[in-house]
């Protein structure tokens, strides 16, 4: 797999994907559920914190987006998985600790 | 401008103040011209995200996919939200938010022409996003930067936030259609042609006709009408260049502007949705044109107000 990314240098890109309303990583919002590097591409399981979710499309395109841009990198697979159910248990501390700055709790 | 050995000294006072950097927070500090001047400005902004919440639902059911129309429905959502912030204020000023939304007739509402047309595709709905909230966005975010008014400057801070979000979902969607070619091209393009002058139009009479602006001698906003047009097609004639898409007007190099290659403004035919460049108008006939409202006008009213009615009904 020489020119691939490692594991962590694709978690880093991912945390440059922010939530479309608060000022947080998916990653810190636990929405990554795995990232698998390989010969063929890299693959990312993730979810979302409703079905109902108007931002589906918005964010695929930017986790897309910001794993394409690593070196080495063809092709990337996003797989949206529901289970298990995200919950506000999913979020990091530093998640929580950047919310409860902007008055949300959780 | 109105010459100032003519106004009240007490409006002149307000505005001398307000130049100083004065933030106006409640109705004492207001004179009779400021709160005439905002309730305008309110009644205008709330009135057009209140009526493009029925344009974008209907053209929501010509979404490609589940997760497009949750996208469209989710912005239906954000826009009665801001109506509903900008009807909260007026009521600190006085009027009657049930009357606004329930009691007026379909042509006292107050919203741009723009909002009395049928979007009849998904192209239409996603160059309403691109084009349409992006007039909006410029036109907000010049009063969030400017305001004299606290109480507006505080609440813009959310609305802008959700705006950038319908603004990235149309442009998203604008260069995909692009990309996808053949006959979706030629519809986006179909979009572009008849909304890119309903947008410039939008921001209303140009300059050099515009004799006194109570909006901006109160600093309820901060650029002129021609400054907006510039700073709206600074963004939307390089993202239709970049994507291969037509727009009638171009970057001119040596007046450091964009300049329109139409007569502004000119006759629209509503029925087939195409601008006849070979008819100018004054901007008489165009506020008669804008008076006489649009064909969905009466349709979207009623979808606002409908239900309510029904339920008083039963």
């Known amino acids: ?106 | 401008m109105t010459d100032t050995a003519t106004r009240a000294p007490a409006e002149q006072n307000l505005i001398d103040r307000i130049a100083g950097g004065f933030v106006v927070e409640s109705e004492e500090d207001m004179t009779p011209g400021y709160k005439k001047a905002l309730i305008t400005q309110l009644m205008v902004q709330g009135d057009t995200e209140l009526m493009s919440a029925p344009a974008y639902y209907l053209a929501s059911r010509d979404a490609p996919s589940i997760n497009s129309r949750i996208a469209v429905t989710a912005i239906v959502h954000d826009e009665l939200g801001h109506a509903n912030i900008a009807y909260r204020i007026l009521e600190d000023l006085g009027v009657d938010k049930h009357w606004l939304i329930y009691g007026r007739q379909p042509h006292e509402f107050k919203h741009p022409y723009g909002f009395d047309q049928p979007l009849e595709n998904w192209a239409e709905m996603v160059v309403a996003n691109g084009f349409f909230d992006r007039a909006g966005i410029t036109l907000l975010a010049d009063v969030h930067q400017h305001t004299s008014y606290g109480p507006l400057k505080r609440a813009l801070v959310k609305v802008d936030r959700e705006e950038v979000l319908h603004l990235r979902h149309g442009e998203s969607w604008m260069k995909r259609l692009a990309r996808a070619g053949g006959e979706v091209k030629e519809a986006l393009q179909r979009a572009v042609d008849w909304m890119f002058p309903m947008t410039l139009e939008w921001f209303g009479l140009p300059d050099h006709l515009k004799r006194h602006s109570g909006q901006l001698v109160y600093r309820l906003k901060g650029k002129t009408n021609d400054e907006l047009r510039q700073t709206w097609m600074a963004a939307t004639v390089p993202l239709c260049e970049g994507i291969g898409i037509k727009v009638p007007a171009h970057w001119d190099a040596a007046r450091q502007e964009f300049v329109l290659d139409y007569p502004f403004s000119c006759q629209y035919d509503a029925t087939a949705k195409r601008w006849l460049f070979d008819e100018p108008l004054t901007w008489e006939q165009v506020f008669d044109r804008w008076k006489a409202r649009g064909p969905m006008n009466e349709r979207y009213v009623d979808m606002l107000q409908g239900a309510f009615r029904g339920w008083l009904a039963n």
Do not use: Q
């Open chain 1, 1 to 106: 797999m020489a020119g691939s990314p490692t594991d962590a240098e694709v978690w880093a890109a991912l945390r440059s994907v922010t939530d479309p309303e608060y000022p947080l990583s998916i990653v810190d919002l636990g929405m990554v559920y795995g990232v698998r590097v390989a010969e063929a591409g890299v693959h990312v399981d993730m979810t979302f914190t409703s079905i109902g979710c108007p931002a589906i499309d918005m964010l695929v395109h930017d986790v897309r987006e910001a794993v394409s841009a690593l070196p080495g990198v063809a092709r990337v697979d996003v797989d949206v998985v529901w289970d298990p159910p995200w919950t506000k248990d999913c979020i990091s501390d530093r998640g929580r600790r950047v919310l409860a700055m902007y008055g949300v709790v959780c």
